[in-house]
């Protein structure tokens, strides 16, 4: 296909009925919001309602002219999208700078069909290119073209009709059932929507028949003359406390569960021929890609509840990744025996048993330990001297909790090397293990600061595409041998060859 002949196409007609029927949903909390405060006046209802549809029609059919005016078009080389009504505005994206293509299907959209399909250059969300909204079969042909033209597979003149490969009938990588989705809800409990809920109610407090944050008001309620629970005396406030109490965790547990619900419905992790097909999510359904040979480094984590029970959650970070989605989850609430063979299939390696792992530094932890009790030990010292009964109490339990805190670290954070990664654990209350390629970071980095430079320790920085990979408080010789080796690792690759499916066994 010649530049001269590319075809310039728009987006599915149905994508302005899709953008007019979500911009009258955003309208419904104003509209009533309005219809509240102006329910008793008449007169200004009469003159509301009609500049509201003004503005909605008026809205609308902007965004016909703006469908109107955008295309995009594939070439030999990139991909082209104009668009502008009084400007005209050209964008053209190499293939290769797009290292991935994902769809998206929002409620309303996935009611029509259509999906929105975003390349990812890797630069930062700002830099991605959006095209909303195309039929399915058309995200799946684009997502394919770019890929195999990224990957020269596509001759010149011809138009990559595949998709990628129908995987519903073979069994999944890994996939979460609604019990499985449910559970992970529980472990994911969140007071969000209580402080939701009160700033609402803070808002709207007018609107209700008494006032909520009456306490002496509530107290009445429960335990004045009449009520069931008078005479019982302060077991009637201990009851009210345990109730409300009681409220807030099922409103915990249910605003984890929801919102759980929402983004992990339907989980599903495939091993296709280009790469780990991931779809998942209730009213939002997304489906990704992520090329295996892409992926540079892995993300172990859990929590102090959830490492009781043997759940953890897998990410890989990508080429493909932003800053904004640095970690694509690849199985975020999971048994280990069930992470082992996903970490399999993007060639990397847990750690064996016999890795030989290092701890930070003592005067590195120590050094850490008296800077964080710098303000706390003064502040205790003079609170015994000047505060009354036993409030010095308060600055020394901070202290101890700072002190038991880096003594924790140190006992648990660690890092190690071998042949082929570069291995980072950290955290006690939520671990974390980070594993990455010696051969795909991008870089590595040493940092030191003043007290760094007196004490003999130093700090150890990898660069990848979705964020960075460090270690802190190495002894200023190991961190050089550390630096020395991950970069012959990564010159003695060719890194472009890594982006080719299959290269990095070759390069291992």
Same mark, same amino acid.
């Not at 807030?248 to 759980?260: D, H, K």
């Not at 929402?262 to 599903?268: M, Q, S």
């Not at 003079?382 to 010095?392: G, H, M, P, V």
């Not at 010789?477 to 041998?481: C, G």
């Given at each position: ?6 075809e310039?196409r728009?987006?599915d007609?149905?994508?302005?009925v ?8 955003s309208?419904?909390p104003a509209?009533?919001?309005? $219809?509240?405060?102006?329910r008793?006046? %008449?007169?200004k ?6 500049v ?7 809205n ?7 469908w ?6 594939? +070439?030999d080389?990139? @991909? ?26 929002k ?6 069909g259509l ?14 290119l959006?095209? %909303? ?5 058309? +995200? ?5 073209l770019?890929r195999e033209?990224?990957?020269g597979? &596509?001759? %010149?003149?011809e138009?990559?009709?595949?998709q &990628?490969?129908?995987?519903d009938?073979a ?6 059932d609604?019990?499985?989705?449910? /559970?992970?809800?529980?472990?994911e409990?969140?007071l ?7 700033g ?5 407090e007018?609107?209700?028949p008494?006032?909520?944050w009456d306490i002496?008001? !509530? ?6 003359? +009449? ?8 077991l009637?406030q201990?009851?009210?406390?345990? $109730?409300?109490?009681a409220t807030?965790?099922?409103? +915990? ?8 619900a ?7 992790l495939?091993?296709?021929d280009?790469?780990l ?5 209730l009213?939002?359904? /997304?489906?990704?890609?992520m ?8 993300r172990l984590?859990?929590g ?12 890989v ?5 932003d800053?904004?989605?640095a ?6 609430f999971?048994q280990m ?7 399999a299939?993007?060639? $990397?390696e ?6 030989? !792992?290092?701890r930070?530094?003592d ?16 502040a205790?010292v ?9 409030? !010095?109490l308060?600055?020394?339990?901070l202290l101890?909790?700072? @002190?038991l805190?880096?003594? !924790?670290?140190?006992?648990h ?11 980072s ?7 974390s ?17 003043? @007290?760094?430079?007196?004490?003999g320790?130093a700090?150890?920085?990898f ?5 960075n990979?460090?270690?802190?408080g190495?002894?200023l ?5 550390w630096?020395?080796? @991950?970069?012959?690792?990564i010159?003695?690759t060719d ?7 299959g ?6």
């Open positions: 296909m010649s530049e001269s002949s590319r310039a728009r987006t007609p149905r994508t302005v899709v953008q007019a029927a979500s911009y009258i949903i309208f419904v509209a009533i919001a309005i $219809f509240i405060f102006t008793d006046e %008449a007169d209802m009469a003159f509301i309602v009609p509201l549809a003004l503005l909605i029609a008026v609308i059919g902007g965004k016909y002219l703006q109107t005016r955008f295309t995009y078009a594939t +070439g080389a990139d @991909i082209r999208v104009e668009k502008g009504l009084l400007s005209r505005a050209a964008r053209s994206v190499p293939y290769e700078r797009v290292q991935d293509v994902s769809l998206e299907q409620l309303v959209p996935r009611l029509f999906v929105e399909v975003r390349f990812e250059t890797g630069a930062g969300g700002k830099e991605d959006t095209l %909303a909204y195309l039929t399915e079969a058309e +995200g799946e042909r684009l997502r394919e770019v033209r990224r990957e597979t &596509v001759p %010149a003149g138009v990559a009709a595949t &990628v490969q129908e995987t009938d069994p999944p990588l890994f996939a979460m609604e019990k499985r989705v449910f /559970t992970f809800g529980i472990f409990f969140s969000a929507v209580v402080a939701v809920i009160g609402l109610a803070q808002q709207f007018f609107l209700l008494f006032e909520l002496d008001g !509530w107290q009445e309620r429960l335990t004045g003359p +009449g009520q069931q629970l008078a005479g019982l005396g302060p009637a201990a009851i009210g406390i345990i $109730f409300a109490l807030l965790a099922v409103l +915990g547990f249910a605003t984890g569960i929801v919102r759980t929402l983004r992990e419905w339907g989980f599903r495939d091993r296709t280009k790469g097909r991931r779809r998942r999510g009213l939002t359904r /997304t489906d990704l890609v090329p295996v040979h892409r992926v540079q480094a892995l984590e859990t102090f509840l959830r490492r009781l029970f043997g759940w953890y959650g897998l990410k970070i990508s080429l493909a990744s800053s904004g989605a970690n694509h989850e690849a199985a975020p999971a025996d069930e992470i082992a063979p996903i970490v299939e993007t060639g $990397f847990l750690p064996p048993e016999n890795t030989q !792992w290092h930070a530094m005067r590195y932890r120590l050094d850490k330990m008296l800077l964080a009790s710098a303000l706390l030990l003064p205790t003079l609170t015994i001297f000047i505060a009354d009964s036993i409030q !010095w308060i600055p020394a339990g101890g909790a700072a @002190i805190h880096h003594w !924790w670290r140190w006992r954070d660690r890092h190690a090397i071998d042949a082929k990664q570069v291995y654990r950290h955290g006690w209350f939520s671990p293990l980070a594993i990455g390629s010696r051969v795909k970071l991008q870089s590595a980095e040493i940092l030191q600061g003043p @007290i760094a430079r007196r004490r320790y700090s150890l920085l660069g990848l595409a979705g964020g990979l460090r270690i802190h190495m002894p010789e190991t961190a050089r041998l630096r020395v080796q @991950i970069l012959d690792s010159s003695g890194f472009s060859d890594l982006l080719e499916p290269a990095e066994a070759q390069a291992a």
